[in-house]
């Protein structure tokens, strides 16, 4: 298997010209492993990777239905108050925020942190950055707060 810092460097390099479709064939090339049953942490996470590619490229038509379809993989597979949703909640939500889509943002982190708070606690790492995102929002939408 493809250690995790391997791959970030693979998708990290240059990959401006690549579509979805190579950069999909080349991981089931080089990493057949994580396409194989219901293997859905890779899954996911893949998908989230090259959503951020996307994203960071300035691709958002492309990114988006990435970032949904990690969302809806993970709330099918884990139930939908599970710590792994909530993350995706908060990357979509982060994803519209940086459009300036604050009302799309807004519910998604709000239900973001409902989960994590409900499942990893109040102070936990992933709720607190849940909540930070949430608060910079929040300050955006009015710069007086």
Known sequence: ?????E?????HQDFTEVTSQEFLANLKKYCPEIFEGDNYPNVTE???N?????????RYAEAEP???QALELRKRLLGENHPSVAISLNNLAKFYYYQGRYTEAEPLYLQALAIAE???????PNTVTIRENLQRLRQQQHPSS
Not at 1 to 5: A, N, T
């Open 46 to 48: 893949n998908l989230n």
């Open 66 to 68: 990435l970032h949904l």
């Open 7 to 11: 791959f970030r460097n693979i998708i």
């Open 50 to 58: 090259l959503a951020k590619l996307y994203q960071s490229q300035g």
């Open 1 to 5: 298997m493809l250690d995790p810092k």
């Open 118 to 124: 409900e499942a990893l606690g109040e102070n936990h």
